[in-house]
Nanobody, 126 residues
Framework: QVQLVESGGGLVQAGDSLRLSCIAS????????MGWFRRAPGKEREFVGA???????KYADSVKGRFTISRDSAKNTVYLEMNNLKAEDTAVYYC????????????????????WGQGTQVTVSS
């Protein structure tokens, strides 16, 4: 069992930056693919990005070049650095852990992730 707890959300203005953190319980954190998803008001949850155990990353086109995912296995923590935020980035952001990914493959859909955090709200005012 893995427990994930996100933090770092808040209200910012367009163009600002924000860093989300996700702390994971469990001894095998370093072997998980970690993903970030988001759900905007009235929309389905969508893939934002993911990082494999060896640091390889994949991003949605909508955030590529603005968002960066990193992980610190010593702290069992994965980060989502968000720069140049836009109003359309407003959403609840979720951290998720996958046990089926690998160094070469990161799941891009919800079904690939077994564990989820409770989410943290990010609101970008324009």
């Amino acid at each position: 069992q893995v427990q994930l707890v996100e933090s770092g959300g808040g209200l910012v203005q367009a163009g600002d930056s924000l860093r989300l953190s996700c702390i994971a319980s469990g001894r095998t954190f370093s072997t998980y693919v970690m993903g970030w998803f988001r759900r905007a008001p009235g929309k389905e949850r969508e893939f934002v990005g993911a990082i494999s155990w060896n640091g390889g990353t994949k991003y949605a086109d909508s955030v590529k070049g603005r968002f960066t995912i990193s992980r610190d296995s010593a702290k069992n923590t994965v980060y989502l650095e968000m720069n140049n935020l836009k109003a359309e980035d407003t959403a609840v952001y979720y951290c998720a852990a996958s046990t089926i990914g690998s160094s070469r493959f990161v799941p891009l859909t919800e079904s690939g992730y077994a564990y989820w955090g409770q989410g943290t709200q990010v609101t970008v005012s324009s």
